[in-house]
């Protein structure tokens, strides 16, 4: 990683207290939430670690993930949250079987049949609840926005938004500011950054397809895949099939 862009992430975590910052991790158990975990452990802070089950079709596999990357991380303090209704609500090819799950579309030139309806909105509020109970300072998620599917919740200014919300909906002296570390790097980035922290990526999962082996041809695959890809690297985890994306 770029030396201005290791400062920038670096500033995220300063703190003039005395006691080690908390910080609540949304750890969906994907590369992007591993990296972001792999930063903020290297950081020496207090971690808690939050995970939610929407309903999506690789749940037990992403929930497994979050177990490992916990377990390799020391991180005890954990949060399993069913939110079911974004099921019920469907609209997703995540959360809705009949729904095809989309192939590649690495020009991210229109939402895909992924995006889960404001997810990110929901995911945040119920952190920010913790956060506050628990007395956390930071929340962190692995939001990419720049080489992302062009999911509407994953732009720097949603969060810009909802470091409003939070700042308006919590007590006063409540202090609790949402983190985007890697906003604005690329996948490829990320696997580098990711390597240079030895985070393990055989830990972590992104098909939204199949939970064996990863399918290696939706969305989520390909965009991996390229990143490795482009570093020259090979991803640890098995998929179906391993397309070349670039």
């Avoid at 956390?136 to 720097?156: F, K, L, M, N």
């Amino acid at each position: 990683m770029k030396t201005k862009e290791f400062h920038t992430l670096q500033k995220y975590f300063r703190t003039e207290s005395a006691v080690t910052m908390k910080v609540v991790l949304l750890v969906s158990g994907g590369m992007d939430s591993l990296v972001t975990t792999a930063i903020t452990a290297a950081a020496g802070l207090d971690l808690a670690a939050m995970h939610v089950n929407y309903g999506q079709r690789t749940w037990q596999r992403e929930l497994e993930c979050f177990r490992l990357i916990c377990s390799h991380y020391g991180i005890a303090e954990r949060l399993e949250i069913d939110a079911g209704y974004l099921a019920a609500i469907g609209g997703s090819s995540l959360t809705d079987l009949a729904m095809p799950v989309g192939g590649a579309d690495l020009q991210g030139s229109s939402i895909p049949t992924s995006y889960v309806p404001f997810r990110n909105a929901g995911f945040l509020s119920m952190a920010v609840s913790w956060a506050e109970v628990i007395g956390a300072e930071r929340i962190c998620i692995g939001a990419v926005e720049e080489d992302s599917s062009g999911y509407p919740d994953c732009r720097q200014v949603f969060y810009d938004a909802f470091n409003k919300v939070v700042e308006l909906g919590t007590r006063p002296e409540t202090r609790i500011l949402i983190q985007t570390p890697l906003i604005a790097m690329q996948k490829s980035e990320i696997v580098l950054k990711g390597m240079e922290l030895d985070a393990p990526f055989e830990y972590s999962w992104s098909c939204y397809k199949s939970e064996g082996k990863a399918c290696g041809l939706c969305d989520s695959c390909a965009r991996r895949l390229r990143a490795f890809e482009l570093t020259g690297l090979r991803d640890p985890i098995d998929y179906e099939e391993r397309p070349k994306y670039i």
